[in-house]
């Protein structure tokens, strides 16, 4: 896809969002006719800051912005503490092992329409030997319209692949897969990239997400536990991912 293909798609989707607010990510075809698989093909010619909302309310109507992030469907990632959340099953969400969500504070989802809904993380389970992972359990299951998000695949995350993370500011930014490292992984930014889609992470990030982007749907990479271009544990290694359901299955559904 030419970069004028590009910011044409980017226009077809601001439009299609504008009047269809609750659809979700809108194909970019490339030469080959596929449904985008990489988050550059949403920027738009002219540098834009991944801003999620245009205003955020925890527990009242949040709107998207109407920018290259507003396809992405963030709607299973808890916003509303710098303690972030990420819903995995309708009833479960990982965390940083290191800044856990206590029970008190409410872990708030808003779908794609900007509806809250408020949970509680009743239980959790911090798991040893896989990285800086917690496995929290959600005092009721979220319906169908919030985001549980898939685990990446290992072959999809190779050196150089772009992918989306986030962060307390509640934006979305563009790195690349430095490496994986056992069961971590590691980013770079990308040099190529304007530094507007760039985030030095820093403490209050941890446990934020980061995602790669496949047939328009985001899968879970990573939640951040170092800062500067992020690294944390790779949940697309096959022991985090039987450690996690482990967890789940003892935390109960």
Same mark, same amino acid.
């Given at each position: ?43 738009? #010619? +002219?540098? &834009? ?11 009242? +109507? ?5 920018? !290259? ?18 819903? =995995? ?17 409410? #872990? ?8 809250? +809904? $408020?949970?509680?993380? @009743? ?11 917690? @496995? ?8 169908? *319209?919030?985001? #549980? ?13 772009? @992918? ?20 971590? =992984?590691?980013?770079? !930014? ?16 941890? *446990?934020?997400?980061?995602? =790669?982007?496949?047939?328009? &749907?985001?899968?879970? @990479? &990573? ?15 096959? $022991?985090?991912?039987?450690? =996690?359901?482990?967890?789940?299955? &003892?935390? *109960?559904?």
């Amino acid at each position: 896809m030419s970069r004028s293909d590009a910011a044409a798609c980017f226009l077809m989707m601001k439009a299609a969002l504008f009047l269809f607010p609750a659809v979700f990510l809108v194909s970019c075809a490339g030469p080959g006719g596929t449904t985008a698989s990489s988050p550059l093909v949403l920027l738009p #010619a +002219e540098p &834009e800051k991944g801003t999620v909302f245009k205003y955020y309310q925890p527990r009242a +109507e949040s709107p998207r912005r109407n920018n !290259w992030a507003a396809p992405l469907d963030f709607s299973g990632v808890s916003w509303n503490d710098p303690r972030c959340a990420t819903l =995995i099953s309708p009833s479960h969400v990982v965390m940083a092992a290191h800044f856990i969500r206590d029970a008190h504070t409410p #872990a708030m989802f808003h779908d794609r329409l900007g509806q809250p +809904e $408020e949970r509680f993380i @009743v239980s959790h389970k911090v798991l040893t030997g896989v990285g800086d992972i917690a @496995v929290g359990k959600l005092n009721m299951r979220l319906p169908s *319209g919030y985001k #549980a998000y898939r685990f990446a695949n290992p072959a999809d995350v190779t050196p150089g692949t772009p @992918v989306i993370t986030t962060d307390q500011t509640l934006t979305a930014s563009i790195h690349q897969v430095r490496g994986v490292f056992g069961k971590g =992984i590691a980013f770079d !930014w990308v040099p190529s990239l304007d530094p507007i889609y760039r985030r030095n992470l820093i403490p209050g990030d941890s *446990g934020h997400p980061t995602f =790669i982007l496949k047939n328009g &749907e985001l899968l879970l @990479v &990573e939640t951040h536990t170092t800062g500067g271009p992020g690294a944390g544990p790779f949940y697309g290694d096959p $022991e985090v991912q039987q450690a =996690i359901r482990a967890a789940m299955a &003892e935390l *109960g559904d």
